[in-house]
């Protein structure tokens, strides 16, 4: 049966990675994945800036 739209599986799923990902969370790891998440963000969105809008914005 499907529990306000969402089925028990999938439920099942993002319990098991909450749990494997519980002490990565509470040591500070997640921390640290979250700010190499946002240099990399950083990186891919100067490349894009650099490389890409300057080609579109010569006549």
């Known amino acids: ?34 700010s190499e998440t946002e240099k990399l963000h950083a990186k891919i969105g100067s490349s894009w800036r650099d490389g890409f809008l300057p080609k579109v914005s010569r006549p």
Request: charged share 30%; net charge positive.
């Open 1 to 34: 049966m499907v529990k306000h739209g969402v089925r028990q599986s999938l439920v099942n799923i993002w319990k098991r990675k909450a749990l494997e990902s519980m002490s990565e969370i509470f040591s500070g790891k997640a921390e640290a994945k979250a």
